[in-house]
């Protein structure tokens, strides 16, 4: 069988680990000399602000426009916004805060935008069909904005979320009808702390999936580690991408306290190519 692109190419790196140590502009210069062209950015200040005219912006847009990258997506971290807020003007304030989202994927030419689901109490959340509610609510007026930006938005499991399984996220996007620029990103590290088998979520999920996130993690700890240091048996998961011929990103998104960024980044592609000499990540 022909190897699915996501598996025949070098990956997509996210710029996570880079968060408080340099601008976007700067970390894409760093991979860029070690032979990365295809990248998802994080968006917070100083690594990214949501200005669009901001210095890195611009620099970052002037990249893409001359083709030297692509940019898959845009990724906000998921601790200060939330669109399942019982709070009537927190939600309101999120979505503003993702329509300045949506605007600047737009602007630097970010196909996709990652989206957190809102956020729950583990000790007491709202009932499931409130949080459902809430969240419509708000893809909805989000949708729009993203449709005419040429942005599709990616509803990504996590953990503290309000839909943390594919089967939440299917569930889901299946009571919307599924818009034509709505998706997911589905991140095996998440799924896996979630005390779910990566392999079934990415068959439940194949035919919507936009992106997937790779980091190892244990299910004792919720970590975004160097690929190798946790328990996610990758190989099962290449394997399987090849068999169902998917062909979006495949996102290296690690945050490591042991190494600094490039060289977290480098040891995880060096691991799934060891892990699967057959996988074709190149360097």
Same mark, same amino acid.
């Given at each position: ?18 968060? !408080?140590?340099?601008? =976007? ?60 807020? =019982? ?21 630097? *030419? ?7 689901? *809102? ?14 509610? !809430?969240?419509?609510? =708000? ?10 930006? *040429? ?13 943390? +399984? ?25 799924? /896996? ?6 392999? &079934?979520? $990415?068959?439940?999920?194949?035919? /919507?999936?936009?992106?997937? /996130? ?7 700890? !919720? +970590?975004?580690?160097? $690929?190798? &240091? ?14 169902? *011929? !998917? ?5 290296? &998104? ?15 592609? /060096? ?13």
């Amino acid at each position: 069988m022909e190897k699915c692109l996501a598996t025949s190419r070098p990956p997509t790196v996210n710029t996570y680990g880079f968060l !408080w140590s340099h601008r =976007a502009d700067e970390a894409i210069g760093l991979l860029l000399e070690k032979g990365y062209r295809e990248f998802e950015l994080m968006m917070q200040p100083p690594h990214l602000s949501l200005d669009p005219k901001s210095p890195e912006a611009m620099a970052i847009r002037s990249l893409v426009s001359a083709g030297t990258l692509e940019l898959h997506s845009l990724n906000m971290p998921s601790l200060d916004l939330n669109l399942a807020s =019982a709070m009537e003007e927190m939600r309101a304030y999120s979505v503003n805060m993702f329509c300045r989202q949506i605007r600047l994927a737009g602007a630097l *030419g970010a196909r996709r935008l990652v989206v957190a689901p *809102g956020r729950v109490s583990p000790l007491f959340p709202a009932p499931a069909e409130l949080l459902r509610q !809430w969240l419509r609510d =708000a893809l909805e007026a989000l949708l729009p904005l993203a449709r005419r930006e *040429g942005v599709t938005l990616a509803l990504e499991n996590l953990p503290i979320a309000s839909l943390p +399984r594919a089967s939440d996220l299917l569930d889901f996007i299946t009571l919307l009808d599924t818009p034509s620029n709505l998706g997911i990103c589905y991140d095996v590290a998440n799924a /896996h702390y979630s005390a779910e088998d990566p392999l &079934e979520g $990415i068959m439940l999920l194949r035919d /919507h999936l936009q992106l997937l /996130h790779f980091s190892d993690t244990r299910r004792d700890r !919720w +970590r975004h580690d160097i $690929i190798g &240091e946790g328990e996610i048996g990758f190989q099962r998961i290449c394997d399987l991408l090849d068999e169902i *011929g !998917w062909m979006g990103p495949l996102v290296i &998104e690690i945050i490591s306290s042991s190494s600094e960024p490039v060289d977290a980044i480098t040891r995880s592609h /060096h691991a799934l190519a060891s892990a699967r000499h057959s996988f074709g990540l190149e360097f």
